[in-house]
């Protein structure tokens, strides 16, 4: 599997795959992924929110069902009845590096749809209640997305894809990102930050006009 750089000029979506306002961004990112591609790459790195001491099962951060429900009312997110048994349940054990490692391996099958595979990650953990850590989640959105089932397998049990989340973990830091999501425009050694949750499509379409002068 090959290192991961970012384009010399790119929108950089930083997230993590357990982080519910990354969710409730989701639908808006898409949508300006969708208008904004022709003219610049996108592309998604992971954060690290849930490693080291914070990687705990979901019911050792009982904050989460209301940040939730805020989330929702904020932004229209659904967080589906699967996801909630696993709220209930508890014992889902957020691994923010088996996340990455999704994302990385994901990403590096096919790299210009990173944003997608964000969205997908998120899906299969908010919507139907699954597992990142679980290697039959990521084949599942490989096998769905016409990707090489079998060789995102390999990736992902190679150890390829947890140095790389680990390697994308540092770039967020070099970047200057503390909180999820992050959306920034990168030009070379120039970061310049964008506006995510409830920000509307108009406002990032005009902060991007302005930013590719």
């Known amino acids: 599997m090959n290192a991961f750089n970012l384009p010399p000029k790119s929108v950089v979506y930083v ?15 898409g949508e300006f992924e969708a208008a904004n591609r022709h003219r610049v790459p996108f592309t998604a790195i992971s954060g690290g929110l849930f490693v080291g ?3 705990k099962p979901i ?8 940040a939730n429900a805020h989330i929702a009312r904020l932004t229209g ?11 209930k349940d508890g014992h889902l054990v957020m691994d923010s590096v088996d996340a990455g490692a999704g994302l990385a391996v994901l990403r590096a099958h096919a ?16 919507d139907r ?8 989640t990521i084949a599942g959105i490989a096998a769905a997305n016409g990707l090489d ?20 973990f540092t770039l967020a830091r070099q970047l200057g990102v503390t909180s999820y999501p ?32």
């Open 15 to 29: 997230m993590d795959a357990y982080c519910g306002w990354c969710w409730g961004f989701s639908e808006r990112l």
């Open 53 to 55: 001491e914070r990687a």
């Open 59 to 66: 019911a050792a951060y009982p904050h989460i069902p209301e």
């Open 77 to 87: 997110a659904v967080f589906g009845d699967a996801y909630n048994g696993l709220l």
């Open 111 to 126: 790299p210009t749809r990173a944003v997608h595979w964000a969205h997908e990650l998120q899906a299969a953990c908010y």
């Open 129 to 136: 209640g699954l597992s990142l850590s679980d290697p039959a």
């Open 149 to 168: 089932e079998a060789a995102v397998l390999r990736d992902l049990k190679s150890g390829a894809g947890q140095a790389q989340a680990q390697a994308d």
């Open 182 to 213: 992050t959306l920034l425009f990168v030009d070379g050694d120039s970061v310049h930050p964008l506006r995510a949750t409830g920000t509307s499509l108009s406002m990032l379409n005009d902060k991007l006009d302005a930013l590719l002068l």
